[in-house]
């Protein structure tokens, strides 16, 4: 088995797991920095060592496009291209289908898109997804699939779903396939994603369709999008009804330091979004008092850490006064020192998430952040 | 004295000095990377600290118009400000008569420049200057200097030097007056700036008017714009002909290793230049074997360092492939990783000379390392 859970909190479904990569072993639950093409906006894999991130997301379709998986591979896979030491997981690009500069359409056998960068049109068939993503050799994949948005009927959404299902059927049999050739441990991992929107009953159905192919892990697709929160919990309620308990769950593309704890608290495993970096970048800092706006006037001659409670070597050496002057000039060093403090704060909060489900006291922790954080 | 000689060189001028200022000591002949915003471009001052960069320079000018020097003087000096512990030194802003973006006119009052963000055209008069140095607390201030272009005319050379030396003597007094008050190991240094383009005997004119006014140290100004290495090197011999041994000779602007090592035979001091950063986001890579240019396709799945001579921490953890990946996609991190191994080179190639000149073998090491560079 590729997860095992090692510890259950005592008044909610969160647990303490532990996922085996070939790359090694990482516990549950734990938050992913966006490394779109290999390498997290403005941070080095050097950085996201000292941080403790050990594990990253990084995009399929946008690395087919360049520098190519042909050479990601001939330099040792992405770990090694990066030289990232944690576990590197893989997203297909079936969410660049809600990107209108680059999808053109998709039917039962795949999706056109277009090449931002040449113009030239290509077809990604569930296969060929699964083929770069061996090439790129990260520790986990995931299957292509079909995302209807947030707009789309419920018609609509039960016709991604049943798309979804194929490609996760066709995605599953080839990664196999291709895989009998290999070692046992030196597999990777394949996570199958459901869709549903936010309506249960589909949701219920994605999984159920999803479950008859025994994947290592279920990826929950299409949420955190612009939906209510509590329409994306019963979204994730009704995912992991129908999944269990034995397999790991992932909230794909979520940041938000509440969210992701609500999340945890329901038994979601593991975690990625861009929402730290893009609002570190925009002068949106995470605090354990919440988010601060460190652009306003108020913080110009602060003196104080970006956060008093937080021992990251940026919150250590710079004040929010400095931070803030050099983001106002959009100096790369400011957008960096930012987005390593909210990722730092990211991981830190992940890491006590974890301690207190050990305690089995995660019900209380949630509840105390939540008062801080929206104070 | 802010200046003693320690180490001379046998055979050329070259010479290890110490250089006394406010903040500590620093050896020379030394370089500093250009931190015109108070930030070294992607670079932090904690990679300054474990590059072993020293001393760096940033710009009166563009820090009055954002964020002000009162705000910085409240922080506690530019160096507290950006949390770096070595030497802060600020030019002036005459360089910036050099911009038409910003420059509008001068006269021998002073020099009018429009703020770019508000349209408010600003008056500069070299007290003005003063006082903005002494609020940033910079370690070494700039004279305000009157910088010919390198098309001017003889006589409008000329004028300009005439303008340089009558402001340099405002500021010398109104430095002098306004430090009285300070303790005197808490005193910023005051170069002055020597013009005259390339024809030596103004050059001379320029350095013997301002050698009256006993400055700290002397600024070559006005070269590495596009002359001949002839032509700037004959003009660094007319200043330090005039100028003497027992004086430190910065050469502003200079960032060619075998341009500063020429200086350096010449008994200059010190350099600044955007030139290793500029490069490094462009792509031109320093090494001992010359510059190679990393976005060449021959590059591409390069596995080896960019420079396997070079012990920096960028060459210890990643490839020529995915800094060129990272470049290519303009990234963040790979225009800081191609940076930070620049500024790394220089750093190195400074230390190298000291030990060269202390054993008495910096020609013959200016004469290897040429050749290999050139090659």
Not at 9 to 33: H, W
Not at 157 to 185: F, M, P, S, V, Y
Not at 307 to 330: G, P, W
Request: contains cysteine; glycine residues 8%.
């Amino acid at each position: 088995m590729a997860f095992k859970i090692i510890h259950k909190d005592k008044k909610t479904n969160a647990r303490v797991g532990v996922l085996s990569t070939k790359k090694g072993e990482i516990e549950t639950p734990f938050f992913m920095p966006v490394a779109t093409k290999t390498s997290v906006k403005h941070i080095s894999s050097l950085d996201l060592e000292t941080m403790g991130a050990n594990a990253i997301i990084s995009n399929t379709l946008v690395l087919h496009l360049r520098p190519g998986e042909k050479l990601i591979k001939k330099m040792g896979g992405i770990g090694k291209f990066m030289n990232y030491d944690g576990i590197n997981v893989t997203d297909s690009g079936g969410f660049q289908m809600y990107s209108p500069s680059i999808y053109i359409s998709s039917n039962d056998k795949g999706v056109w898109f277009r090449n931002p960068m040449s113009g030239e049109k290509i077809f990604i068939t569930p296969e060929k997804d699964m083929d770069i993503q061996l090439d790129l050799g990260s520790d986990v994949a995931m299957c292509l699939d079909c995302m209807p948005l947030l707009s789309n009927t419920k018609e609509e959404i039960r016709k991604a779903i049943d798309k979804t299902t194929l490609w996760a059927g066709r995605c599953k049999e080839h990664h196999d396939d291709k895989q009998n050739k290999k070692l046992k441990d030196k597999k990777q991992l394949l996570f199958g994603i459901s869709q549903g929107g936010v309506y249960p009953d589909l949701r219920k159905r994605s999984c159920e369709e999803l479950l008859k192919f025994d994947f290592d892990g279920y990826s929950i697709g299409g949420l955190a999008l612009g939906e209510t929160h509590i329409q994306e919990m019963k979204a994730i309620e009704a995912h992991k009804s129908v999944i269990g308990e034995d397999k790991p769950a992932y909230l794909m593309g979520a940041g938000h330091p509440v969210e992701i704890l609500e999340a945890v608290s329901r038994g979601v495993d593991m975690f990625d979004s861009r929402y730290p970096t893009q609002n570190a970048r925009r002068g949106t800092i995470f605090t354990w008092d919440g988010k601060i706006k460190i652009l306003n006037k108020k913080y110009e001659s602060d003196k104080g850490p970006l956060d008093k409670d937080c021992d990251c070597k940026v919150c250590k050496n710079y004040s929010r006064a400095y931070v803030r002057h050099l983001l106002r000039e959009q100096e790369g060093t400011g957008l960096r020192l930012a987005s390593y403090h909210n990722l730092y704060f990211l991981q830190r909060l992940l890491e006590k998430a974890k301690a207190e489900i050990e305690r089995g006291e995660f019900g209380k922790f949630l509840k105390g952040f939540k008062k801080r954080w929206m104070n």
